[in-house]
């Protein structure tokens, strides 16, 4: 009645196995490192800088308890793991020295970093600790302010080369286009050519309200317009924060919008809130140019420079002359991959947006077998991509082919993708939280569970005695589990967490105590010892499932709708749930079959008093 068949335990017993494993991690704490990254989008960082930080590092009697490369990020990073802080401050000038000659213009970011200290076998086994927030790990909170009103002024700028070109495309002449502040004034001869535009413009610019003013066509941004430019401005915004702060290697940065023009940055862990200022500061933008025909293919530095032209001396390509005049910029590309072409040689597939592809088709037609390039322009330095020739006319959807390798495609791809900044940003609060203010918060989360822990351990023996003893192990499996879960998901615990755990062991003895008193009741029943458990488990298991489904309930609505703090949370509230339903119930069965189960002639349960009804004197007693 009340024996556990032998794959039971075998799941319990792979249960506590994998409990331990993906707990044991977060015992072992942090270690100082510093973290190599790409500084520039072109270069990446692959098992060559690996080496190379190794010797560095050994040229200046600088041992590292060790060295590993991070593939995750889009350029990889390599990151050496020191025993003290100072190892770490002396190996990041060290380093700094040597990887970045020109500290004005530095090729990699050496930045300070935090890694896990777990053995490598537990590595190996994909045994990580939790993230920890910015409260519990410390770090920098930036609040960011976008620039609306430069988001608005870009779009207006783009929205007039759309304007030029259309007019064009249409025969329809023009005096100029001015802009001037949110308006956007067209000029023409007379007031006929004036209202034929304003239809037609009309018609193909509808992020604006045209109208006629004597011999000009004004064009004013519509309330809904301004509206969709903003928006799109923030969450592009966000999205390239994402990809910058990649090369800091962030454990679960927090970034997210707040109201309708602020990004609120959280980076746990991260110790050099200068070079954090500096990454999420970065302004890149992307422009496609073609190369100027009247000046030599390979420049020299001595050559002149044609007027309208520009000289570009880096990246793939580079010495060339570009011409000044932009085809299309960043914010046009819609998607870009990496593929291969018809002969099956790597190439990068672009797809621009309805302007961006007109004005391209425009221009390709006159300059088809002349090269384009492709430009990024970071900190005020333009670094070329790729130079191509164009082969015939383009639309919004073309291909780059060239001598790539397909890694070389698809890192040129991720680049186009990666985009910039909609808009500028100004850092308008930073806020810095030392690790000993988070170690303290640790302190007393860590307090606030164990003495919570202690007082229903022994409130529970004193009162169900050898059953408490239970309740008490499966309420400790409860918390292994749940520590594990969250390790394995890599989820952020943060303060809040803390107390959601808190809150779940009060909700996982609740289970215990309805099994507990159910058995009881058998027993005042008069139910044999070994019948009494088998119908307390069953009968209490319902009550169990109701309460813990409709808490859950209440927890996913949480996760859904909540955000921050209140999300990590539910987070854990929810995971919890589902822990203490195994260990109530599962787990907490197999340790009383395992020692009543074998016991045919049960006279009693160690289950603490037991208040029966005395029929012949009209009161009680206890049993």
Not at 48 to 63: D, G, H, I, R, S
Not at 186 to 199: Q, V
Not at 254 to 265: F, L, N, P, S
């Amino acid at each position: 009645m009340n024996r556990y068949p032998l794959w039971k335990y075998l799941v319990i017993l792979v249960a506590l196995a994998t409990g331990i494993i993906y707990t044991l991690p977060n015992f072992f704490g942090e270690a100082p490192a510093v973290q190599v990254s790409s500084g520039k989008a072109t270069v990446k960082v692959d098992l060559a800088m690996q080496k190379q930080v190794e010797q560095v590092l050994a040229q200046n009697n600088l041992q590292p308890d060790g060295v590993f490369f991070d593939v995750s990020g889009q350029s990889g990073s390599v990151k050496a793991r020191f025993r003290t802080p100072d190892d770490q401050l002396k190996a990041k000038d060290v380093l700094n020295r040597s990887l970045n000659p020109d500290p004005s213009d530095p090729t990699y970011i050496v930045a300070l970093n935090l890694l896990s200290g777990s053995p490598h076998w537990l590595t190996a086994l994909h045994a990580l600790p939790m993230y920890l927030g910015l409260d519990l790990r410390g770090g920098v909170h930036f609040l960011l302010q976008v620039d609306m009103k430069g988001a608005v002024d870009k779009k207006l700028d783009s929205l007039a080369t759309d304007a030029r070109t259309l007019m064009r495309d249409k025969n329809i002449r023009h005096g100029g286009v001015d802009r001037d502040g949110e308006k956007l004034t067209i000029h023409f001869s007379n007031a006929d050519d004036a209202g034929k535009a304003r239809g037609m413009l009309s018609d193909n610019l509808r992020e604006l309200a045209f109208n006629v003013d004597g011999n000009d066509v004004v064009g004013l941004f519509t309330d809904a317009a301004r509206k969709a430019v903003q928006d799109a401005a923030v969450k592009q915004n966000i999205t390239t924060l994402h990809n910058r702060v990649n090369e800091l290697g962030v454990a679960e940065p927090v970034i997210q919008q707040q109201g309708a023009d602020r990004i609120v940055v959280q980076l746990p862990g991260v110790q050099d809130t200068a070079k954090a200022k500096d990454i999420i500061g970065r302004t890149a933008t992307l422009e496609a140019r073609l190369v100027d025909p009247n000046a030599p293919r390979l420049p020299r530095p001595g050559d002149p420079v044609p007027y309208g032209s520009e000289l570009f001396t880096q990246g793939n390509g580079a010495p060339v002359i570009l011409k000044k005049q932009v085809i299309f910029t960043g914010d046009r590309i819609e998607s870009a991959s990496a593929g291969f072409d018809q002969n099956q040689r790597p190439s990068v597939n672009i797809k621009l947006d309805a302007q961006g592809g007109r004005v391209l088709r425009d221009i390709s037609r006159e300059n088809i077998g002349k090269p384009m390039a492709i430009v990024l322009f970071e900190k005020g330095k333009g670094e070329v991509l790729t130079v191509a020739t164009i082969q015939s006319e383009l639309g919004s959807s073309f291909q780059i082919t060239g001598s790539y390798s397909t890694e070389a495609a698809s890192d040129l791809a991720l680049l186009l993708r990666a985009g910039s900044l909609a808009a500028p940003m100004d850092i308008i609060e930073e806020r810095t939280i030392g690790p000993s203010l988070g170690a303290d918060n640790i302190k007393k989360g860590f307090d606030s569970v164990a003495y919570g822990f202690a007082g229903i351990a022994v409130f529970m023996m004193l009162y169900y005695m050898l059953f408490g003893v239970f309740s008490v192990a499966a309420l400790a499996i409860n918390l292994l589990l749940l520590v594990a879960v969250l390790s394995m998901l890599q989820a952020t615990l943060t303060l809040p967490g803390i107390a959601a755990i808190a809150l779940v062991l009060g909700m996982a003895i609740d289970a215990n105590v309805l099994i507990n008193e159910r058995i009881r009741e058998e027993l005042r029943a008069g139910a044999a010892p070994q019948t009494a458990i088998a119908t307390g488990f069953s009968r209490a298991w319902a009550t169990i499932l109701d309460s813990n489904v409709t808490t859950l309930i209440a927890g996913l609505a949480l996760l859904a709708f909540g955000s921050g703090p209140v999300r990590g949370f539910a987070v854990v509230h929810c995971l919890g749930i589902l822990t203490s339903m195994f260990s109530a119930v599962f787990f907490n069965r197999g340790l009383v079959n395992l020692w009543y189960g074998r016991k045919k002639r049960l006279q009693g349960l160690a289950i603490g008093q037991i208040w029966k009804p005395d029929t012949d004197q009209g009161g009680s007693t206890a049993k």
